[in-house]
């Protein structure tokens, strides 16, 4: 089964500090994305980063990083000088067209 | 304002009610989704349509039911539910099944649904 695991159900950062959120997918799929969204408390998901399978080189949008380890199956997102606003559910998801989605990481921004 | 807007924001009904609720997407999109999010478990995709076909119903019970009159519009009937079917149901579109950019979803806010 495709699955998409994420093993802190939740995390706490001090502003201004970095924090690393984990992830790791089962597939046996060779083309296919990585995805990471952000639900704040108004419940709107947000994607934050995507990045396809096939492409060495980790996403990257501004404060937000990924460190994509294909063979390992993990993709963890990194929050740079992390800030109020950051504080969120972020899910991982893992897919080509169909999405699967892990439980989801609570992170707390601490000023 | 997000590009896709669903209503009510909150519905509590009773197990004998009929609601429906509503989603509206102004991104030129022709794939809409409705996905059912429950506390500490991961998303669940329960229907899919591309240009106004329905393509997945992932096993969901027949008390739901989808509509998508158009490639804009989506909406999903309520009838006789379970207090189990409370939950937050987010809408979701994106560009057409088979493209690029069909895994790039915008979500709206979500129907926070109690069942009583």
């Known amino acids: 089964a495709q699955t998409v695991t994420q093993s802190q159900p939740e995390m706490s950062v001090q502003e201004a500090e970095t924090v690393t959120l984990s992830c790791t997918y089962d597939?046996?799929?060779?083309?296919?994305?990585l995805f990471w969204y952000k639900q704040p408390p108004s419940r709107q998901m947000i994607l934050v980063i995507r990045?396809?399978?096939?492409?060495?080189q980790n996403a990257t949008e501004n404060r937000f990083s990924v460190n994509f380890q294909k063979a390992a199956k993990s993709f963890s997102l990194k929050i740079s000088d992390s800030q109020l606003g950051d504080a969120a559910m972020y899910f991982c998801?893992?897919?080509?067209?169909?999405?699967?989605f892990g439980k989801g990481t609570k992170l707390t921004v601490n000023p | 304002e997000t590009g896709v807007t669903q209503t009510p924001r909150h519905l509590v009904m009773g197990m004998t009610n009929k609601k429906s609720l509503k989603c509206e997407q102004h991104?030129?999109?022709?794939?809409m989704y409705w996905y059912k999010q429950s506390a500490k478990k991961p998303l669940e995709l329960m229907f899919v349509?591309?240009?106004?076909?329905?393509?997945e119903n992932n096993s969901v019970p027949s008390r739901f039911s989808p509509e998508c009159p158009n490639s804009s519009h989506l909406f999903l009937h309520l009838h006789t539910l379970q207090p189990e079917d409370s939950a937050l149901y987010l809408c979701?579109?994106?560009?057409?099944?088979?493209?690029?950019?069909?895994?790039?979803?915008?979500f709206g806010a979500g129907s926070r649904l109690t069942v009583l």
């Open positions: 998801a893992w897919g080509s067209e169909k999405l699967v």
């Open positions: 597939t046996s799929e060779s083309d296919y994305y």
């Open positions: 990045q396809e399978a096939y492409k060495q």
């Open positions: 991104l030129g999109h022709n794939a």
């Open positions: 349509y591309n240009f106004k076909e329905q393509t």
């Open positions: 979701a579109s994106s560009q057409a099944r088979g493209t690029s950019g069909a895994n790039v979803l915008t």
